[in-house]
Nanobody, 122 residues
Framework: QVHLVESGGGLVQAGGSLRLACAAS????????RGWFRQAPGKQRELVAA???????KYADAVKGRFTISRDNAKNTVYLQMNSLKPEDIAVYYCAASTNPVTDFPVRYNYWGQGTQVTVSS
């Protein structure tokens, strides 16, 4: 089992920045991909960014150039640096971990955090 705990969400003005962190514990050796998803009210959960154990990354088109995913393997922690935040970024952000290669599909992720709210005021 893998346990994921997110931190760093909150309220920020449009154009501002937030950094989310996701700490993992448990059977970490089985995890290949770490990702961040988000879900806005009335919308499906969507991939924001993902990073493989080897450092390959994938971003949603909506966040390219504004968000950066990184991982600190020594701390078993993944970060999502979010810059130039927009009201359309408002959502609950979920950390996820997968034993599979990088993918957009939530069903391919085995473990999930509890979620953290990100709110952007215009």
């Amino acid at each position: 089992q893998v346990h994921l705990v997110e931190s760093g969400g909150g309220l920020v003005q449009a154009g501002g920045s937030l950094r989310l962190a996701c700490a993992a514990s448990g059977t970490i050796f089985s995890i290949y991909t770490r990702g961040w998803f988000r879900q806005a009210p009335g919308k499906q959960r969507e991939l924001v960014a993902a990073i493989s154990k080897r450092g390959s990354t994938k971003y949603a088109d909506a966040v390219k150039g504004r968000f950066t995913i990184s991982r600190d393997n020594a701390k078993n922690t993944v970060y999502l640096q979010m810059n130039s935040l927009k009201p359309e970024d408002i959502a609950v952000y979920y950390c996820a971990a997968s034993t599979n290669p990088v993918t957009d599909f939530p069903v391919r992720y085995n473990y999930w955090g509890q979620g953290t709210q990100v709110t952007v005021s215009s």
